[in-house]
């Protein structure tokens, strides 16, 4: 069963970026050099290596966390009757949360951000930008989200139907689509939209430490990392780290070495800001 249900990830994977690569195509927020055929091939081999470790060489994944959680009646997984309702939403919660906090410590912890600092390299912020993690990151993060689903007990089904939508949603919100003020206003008010998302990935070193979830935007209001931006100031920003615009950075070899890569003057400025202005009397 675990293996269809991989299927089912690849296949959603396809379908979803297949989908915003075409809306993409029509309706882009940025005008920006997409390269996709030299993108793709960088990008994509960087996934498949980082999917490949994460499958083979670390194969306690979240899915066999919680078939090892049920088959042990461990946590959420013993509840039945009408009070599975009240596990959907809290298991809901939960995972989301452990994921807003993995990418909060991802820009907090040095070592996790030099792992984390390849998906903020990128110039180009659009629906390749979703799978531009280095192996090491999808291992680490796999780690925390397997020990807490495992240690919680949460149902098989809430973790598989999560991470589908949560795939979907991370492709969404990475993409260049323009959503229109109406669709921005109603959408933005529960999850982060491409516009929203994207003042994470601005240039200005002060706002990596902003807009920090995939998903919900809750947990951004609540910790007071949250910020809006119209639709004129999506349009003119630049994305990704300067100091790594040069080509060389987005090719496979250059992303696999990148963690080893002294810290640049751009990283040095989001430190600063880490300790002195962003989150700073709201940290978890």
């Known amino acids: 069963m675990t293996y ?29 050099d997409h390269a996709i055929g030299r993108r793709w091939g960088h990008t994509g ?7 490949s470790l994460y499958q083979f060489v670390f194969p306690f994944t979240c899915l066999t966390a919680a078939y090892l959680a049920e088959s042990q009646n461990r946590g959420l997984s013993q509840v039945e009757g009408w009070q599975w309702l009240l ?25 996790l951000w030099r792992i984390h600092r390849i998906h903020h390299t990128d110039q180009n912020l659009d629906v390749f930008t979703a799978l531009r993690f280095h192996p090491i990151e999808l291992v680490c993060a796999a ?49 982060f939209t491409p516009r929203l998302h994207a003042v994470h990935h601005d240039a200005q070193s002060q706002n990596y430490l902003m807009n920090l979830g995939g998903f919900w935007v809750c947990w951004d209001k609540l910790f007071g990392s949250f910020q809006s931006q119209s639709l004129a100031q999506a349009q003119q920003q630049q994305c990704g780290l300067k100091s790594y615009h040069a080509p060389k950075h987005s090719r496979i070899h250059w992303m696999l070495i990148n963690p080893l890569l002294r810290p640049s003057k751009d990283e040095k ?15 978890p």
């Open 4 to 32: 269809s249900l991989a299927e089912y990830y690849s296949l959603t994977l396809f379908i979803s970026v297949a989908l915003l690569l075409l809306l993409e195509s029509g309706r882009e927020l940025r005008r920006e």
């Open 269 to 283: 400025l989001i430190e600063k800001h880490s300790k002195t202005e962003i989150l700073r009397s709201k940290a």
């Open 87 to 111: 596990v959907l939403v809290v298991s809901i919660l939960l995972l989301d949360f452990i994921r807003w906090y993995w990418h909060y410590l991802c820009h907090r912890v040095p070592f």
């Open 45 to 51: 081999l960087l996934y498949f290596i980082g999917l």
């Open 143 to 191: 780690a925390l989200n397997a020990t807490a689903i495992y240690a919680l007990g949460i149902p098989v089904l809430i973790v598989f139907a999560y991470d589908v939508v949560a795939i979907s949603i991370n492709n969404f919100n990475h993409s260049n689509i323009n959503l229109g003020d109406k669709w921005e206003r109603r959408l933005g008010r529960f999850i």
